[in-house]
């Protein structure tokens, strides 16, 4: 299982949203300028000691960051007693993008595209279930391309960019709508069973690029995803993870 974010994808991102340059990093933490993009670009593999002072800096937890090399979560079930997830991959443009068939009975839900409706329409009909409406994480187009098209084929409603909570009924499912801006300004996450479904809001162990201000995209993590049950959290790129795995090993909290 690889994780969707190296060691180098962390210290760079908290880096950026703490809007600290290489340089004042290097004087910092006393780490020459270029080991740290080395780091960054996964070519040079840090001591300990540079890990800690890096975290200290960064704001990042040290434990958590030296053990990210050697960790992933554990394999979540992906069934409940009323509601099966089944996860795609998707390629786009030589990297994964995750989309996910939500099944309860013979009806279902779509969260995200994976920008392949190829793909997801093929599987919709190898199931042999009613597609009742596709439900977008955020406008980036490799979670959203395609999503008209199946959205015509299949004769559903397409939902995105809620800006506040909300609870839907569609069918036989029950969603609760979570705005989670981060990522982006309208991210949102969807809560459906025990299974959360967050798009790049948050990774294994990492979280995804902020929108809104760096901070404030941490606190909305801890308030509204992390404040929850020891619920399945499905991200948009990467390995399948829980609350309980994020709170015990994700350096940035």
Same mark, same amino acid.
């Given at each position: 299982?690889i994780?969707?974010d190296e060691?180098g994808?962390?210290?760079?991102?908290? !880096?950026n949203?703490?809007?600290?340059?290489l340089?004042?990093l290097?004087?910092?933490t006393?780490? #020459?300028e270029?080991?740290?993009?080395l780091?960054?670009?996964?070519?040079?593999?840090p001591?300990?000691?540079q890990?800690?002072?890096?975290?200290?800096?960064? &704001?990042?937890n040290?434990k958590?960051?030296?053990n990210i090399?050697?960790?992933?979560?554990?394999?979540?079930?992906l069934?409940?007693?009323?509601?099966? @997830?089944?996860?795609m991959?998707?390629?786009?443009?030589?990297y994964? %993008?995750?989309s996910?068939? %939500?099944i309860?009975g013979?009806?279902a839900?779509?969260?995200d595209?994976?920008?392949?409706p190829?793909?997801?329409?093929?599987?919709?009909?190898?199931l042999?279930?009613?597609l009742n409406g596709?439900?977008?994480?955020?406008g980036?187009?490799d979670h959203?391309y395609?999503?008209?098209?199946?959205?015509? !084929?299949?004769?559903?409603?397409v939902? !995105?960019?809620?800006?506040?909570?909300?609870?839907?009924k569609i069918?036989?499912?029950h969603v609760? @709508?979570?705005?989670?801006?981060?990522h982006?300004?309208k991210s949102?996450s969807?809560?459906?069973?025990?299974f959360?479904?967050v798009?790049?809001e948050?990774f294994?162990?990492?979280?995804g #690029?902020?929108?809104?201000?760096?901070?404030?995209?941490?606190?909305?993590?801890?308030?509204k995803?992390?404040?929850?049950?020891?619920?399945?959290?499905?991200? &948009?790129?990467?390995p @399948?993870?829980t %609350?309980?795995e994020e709170?015990?090993?994700?350096?940035?909290f």
């Amino acid at each position: 299982m690889i994780l969707e974010d190296e060691f180098g994808d962390i210290i760079k991102k908290a !880096r950026n949203g703490l809007k600290i340059s290489l340089n004042d990093l290097a004087l910092k933490t006393g780490i #020459n300028e270029k080991d740290i993009s080395l780091m960054e670009s996964y070519k040079l593999r840090p001591t300990k000691e540079q890990i800690t002072k890096l975290s200290k800096f960064l &704001g990042l937890n040290g434990k958590k960051l030296i053990n990210i090399f050697n960790w992933e979560p554990k394999k979540s079930k992906l069934e409940s007693n009323s509601i099966k @997830v089944i996860k795609m991959e998707n390629d786009y443009h030589g990297y994964l %993008v995750n989309s996910y068939i %939500v099944i309860k009975g013979i009806n279902a839900l779509l969260i995200d595209t994976g920008a392949n409706p190829q793909n997801a329409s093929h599987k919709l009909k190898e199931l042999n279930i009613k597609l009742n409406g596709i439900l977008l994480t955020h406008g980036h187009g490799d979670h959203t391309y395609g999503a008209e098209e199946i959205s015509k !084929r299949f004769n559903c409603e397409v939902f !995105r960019d809620f800006d506040y909570d909300k609870d839907l009924k569609i069918k036989n499912f029950h969603v609760k @709508v979570i705005s989670t801006p981060g990522h982006t300004s309208k991210s949102c996450s969807y809560l459906i069973d025990n299974f959360l479904f967050v798009g790049d809001e948050l990774f294994a162990g990492s979280i995804g #690029n902020s929108e809104i201000p760096y901070e404030k995209h941490l606190e909305i993590i801890r308030k509204k995803i992390l404040s929850l049950d020891d619920d399945v959290i499905l991200p &948009g790129h990467g390995p @399948v993870t829980t %609350v309980k795995e994020e709170k015990e090993n994700n350096p940035f909290f």
